[in-house]
T-cell receptor, first 109, second 116 residues
Framework: GQNIDQPTEMTATEGAIVQINCTYQ??????LFWYQQHAGEAPTFLSY??LDGLEEKGRFSSFLSRSKGYSYLLLKELQMKDSASYLC??????????WGAGTKLIIKP | DTAVSQTPKYLVTQMGNDKSIKCEQN?????MYWYKQDSKKFLKIMFS???????INETVPNRFSPKSPDKAHLNLHINSLELGDSAVYFC???????????????FGAGSRLTVL
């Protein structure tokens, strides 16, 4: 079956670094996405990986290993506004997106 | 200026009623979607339309009927509402349907439906 696993909740300190992991088992693979969702708001796009390796975008980086069915989102220099849920999603074919339940990240001062 | 706008933002109604949620995008995208996000926060695709044509129709009760009068609008009508329909419904759009490249989804702000 199709499955995406992420930790339910993580806590980190302002200014620190946090890594949010995502493992997936899907029938196909055509890209992995990370979205950020603040409470009560819409998900917004953060990153996209389709080839193995690291994609860096400012304070956020995303890594993909297709052979291991694994990705992580790395957030550096954490700010209070980074408190949100982080959703991992895999496109398993031409257009079907399979979503994880999201990781709620709590930032403490 | 809003890219994907959906109304209403909140909807509280009784079981058995019929309700509609409207969605409009001004991004010029070809593809629009309805997602349901339940209390466990999973986003589940319900429907997808490409240029007014239905392309994804997941296992959704036929009480849910989408309508796309043009490629900028995708409305959702729900008949005979049930308690289990309580959720946040997100409309989204993307440039195209195909899987080449990121083809990022832009979401609306969500419509929180509460069925009493």
């Amino acid at each position: 079956g199709q499955n995406i696993d992420q930790p339910t909740e993580m806590t980190a300190t302002e200014g620190a670094i946090v890594q949010i992991n995502c493992t997936y088992q899907t029938s196909g693979f055509n890209g992995l996405f990370w979205y950020q969702q603040h409470a009560g708001e819409a998900p917004t796009f953060l990153s996209y990986n389709v080839l193995d390796g690291l994609e860096e975008k400012g304070r956020f980086s995303s890594f993909l290993s297709r052979s291991k069915g694994y990705s992580y989102l790395l957030l550096k220099e954490l700010q209070m506004k980074d408190s949100a849920s982080y959703l991992c999603a895999v496109r398993d074919g031409d257009y079907q997106l399979i979503w994880g339940a999201g990781t709620k990240l709590i930032i403490k001062p | 200026d809003t890219a994907v706008s959906q109304t209403p933002k909140y909807l509280v109604t009784q079981m058995g009623n019929d309700k509609s949620i409207k969605c409009e995008q001004n991004l010029g995208h070809d593809t629009m979607y309805w997602y349901k996000q339940d209390s466990k926060k999973f986003l589940k695709i319900m429907f997808s339309y490409n240029n007014k044509e239905l392309i994804i129709n997941e296992t959704v009760p036929n009480r849910f009927s989408p309508k796309s009068p043009d490629k900028a609008h995708l409305n959702l009508h729900i008949n005979s509402l049930e308690l289990g329909d309580s959720a946040v419904y997100f409309c989204a759009s993307s440039q195209r349907t195909g899987g080449d490249g990121a083809n990022v989804l832009t979401f609306g702000a969500g419509s929180r439906l509460t069925v009493l």
